[in-house]
C-alpha cells in the first residue's frame, strides 16, 4: 500500500514558475514508477509526466516538454514536478500517482496506477 501527499501548488503569474512535491508513504517507493496527471475545470484528467523506478527514464506530455522536469528522491520518498515558464492552460488540479510495484519503464496511462494522491491546485493568472 502506497498513500501520496501532494503539496506545493499556488497561484503564480504567467512565465513563474512552481515545484510540486509528492510524499509517498510505505517502505515500497523504490519499486514504483511515479507519474503526474492534471485535471482542469471541465476537461478530463490528462497525462503530464512520468519516471521510471530508477529515474533512469523519464517521459512528458508535449505540451510541457521543455518546461516541467519530474524528478525523484527515493531517500526521501518523493516525486517532484518543476514547472517553469507556466502558462495560463496549465491551470489544473495536480495529482500524483505511483505505479503498480515492479516494472522497468515510465507509465503514461491512468489504468496503469494504482495508488493516486489527492491533488493540488495550481493556478495560473495571465
Not at 514504483?32 to 519516471?51: D, L, S
Request: hydrophobic residues 30%.
Amino acid at each position: 500500500q502506497v498513500q501520496l501527499v501532494e503539496s506545493g501548488g499556488g497561484l503564480v503569474q504567467a512565465g513563474g514558475s512552481l515545484r510540486l512535491s509528492c510524499a509517498a508513504s510505505g517502505r515500497t517507493f523504490s519499486r514504483n514508477a511515479m507519474g503526474w496527471f492534471r485535471q482542469a475545470p471541465g476537461k478530463e484528467r490528462e497525462f503530464v509526466a512520468a519516471i521510471s523506478r530508477s529515474g533512469g527514464s523519464t517521459y512528458y506530455a508535449d505540451s510541457v516538454k521543455g518546461r516541467f522536469t519530474i524528478s525523484r528522491d527515493t531517500a526521501k520518498n518523493t516525486v517532484y514536478l518543476q514547472m517553469n515558464s507556466l502558462k495560463p492552460e496549465d491551470t489544473a488540479v495536480y495529482y500524483c500517482a505511483a505505479h503498480y510495484p515492479g516494472g522497468n519503464s515510465y507509465y503514461t496511462r491512468e489504468r496503469e496506477y494504482a495508488y493516486w494522491g489527492q491533488g493540488t491546485q495550481v493556478t495560473v493568472s495571465s
